[in-house]
T-cell receptor, first 116, second 109 residues
Framework: GAVVSQHPSWVICKSGTSVKIECRSLDFQATTMFWYRQFPKQSLMLMATSNEGSKATYEQGVEKDKFLINHASLTLSTLTVTSAHPEDSSFYIC????????????FGPGTRLTVL | GDSVTQMEGPVTLSEEAFLTINCTYTATGYPSLFWYVQYPGEGLQLLLKATKADDKGSNKGFEATYRKETTSFHLEKGSVQVSDSAVYFCALRSQAVIFGKGTKLSVKP
């Protein structure tokens, strides 16, 4: 099946620094990519949706200036957490979909971010 | 907006017991419905899906039927195994996949 990878799998950073997380679709072209955030023992909350070459659409309550999303190619999307703070510590999961009409979203393994 | 409500866990069962995890949804139109599973230490995996009313999704002994009249998509398995221990998420697709809060299942030998 289709594979979505994320890098890094975990990262620890100091408060005030920025962290970039990469999401790649390895064997298909992803017209749409999604970023989710999962808090401990809670569900995945959709943060934003991005189509290749377009600006990301952010969900209500998600700060677009803090969570910068770039979907520069059909196989790569990046999420940059700017000026990270401890409350940004979470599990970030990306997902990719091959076309607008398909239902199937493939999920990456997630990135554990810890901000000290 | 669209949303998914599923029964809260944790659910603890003995091996070979019958499993039901309830899920209901609110959506405009007729979304596709999914069950995802997250095993300990692993990423999300699609377990099964149904794309229209009365469709039954099935995989690995799990089943769920898309019930438009009750807006439900309950997950069932006739005989659970220890290896089924995981967190199960009911979900629907609107613009993106929207998840329920998840139900943790623990199966004891």
């Amino acid at each position: 099946g289709a594979v979505v990878s994320q890098h890094p799998s975990w990262v620890i950073c100091k408060s005030g620094t920025s962290v970039k997380i990469e999401c790649r679709s390895l064997d298909f072209q992803a017209t749409t990519m999604f970023w989710y955030r999962q808090f401990p023992k809670q569900s995945l909350m959709l943060m934003a949706t991005s189509n290749e070459g377009s600006k990301a659409t952010y969900e209500q309550g998600v700060e677009k200036d803090k969570f910068l999303i770039n979907h520069a190619s059909l196989t790569l999307s990046t999420l940059t957490v700017t000026s990270a703070h401890p409350e940004d510590s979470s599990f970030y999961i990306c997902s990719a979909r091959a076309g607008f009409s398909t239902d199937t979203q493939y999920f990456g393994p997630g990135t554990r971010l810890t901000v000290l | 907006g669209d949303s998914v409500t599923q029964m809260e866990g944790p659910v603890t069962l003995s091996e070979e017991a019958f499993l039901t995890i309830n899920c209901t949804y609110t959506a405009t139109g007729y979304p596709s419905l999914f069950w995802y599973v997250q095993y300990p230490g692993e990423g999300l995996q699609l377990l099964l899906k149904a794309t229209k009313a009365d469709d039954k999704g099935s995989n690995k002994g799990f089943e769920a039927t898309y019930r438009k009249e009750t807006t439900s998509f309950h997950l069932e398995k006739g005989s659970v195994q220890v290896s089924d221990s995981a967190v199960y998420f009911c979900a629907l697709r609107s613009q993106a996949v929207i998840f329920g809060k998840g139900t943790k299942l623990s199966v004891k030998p």
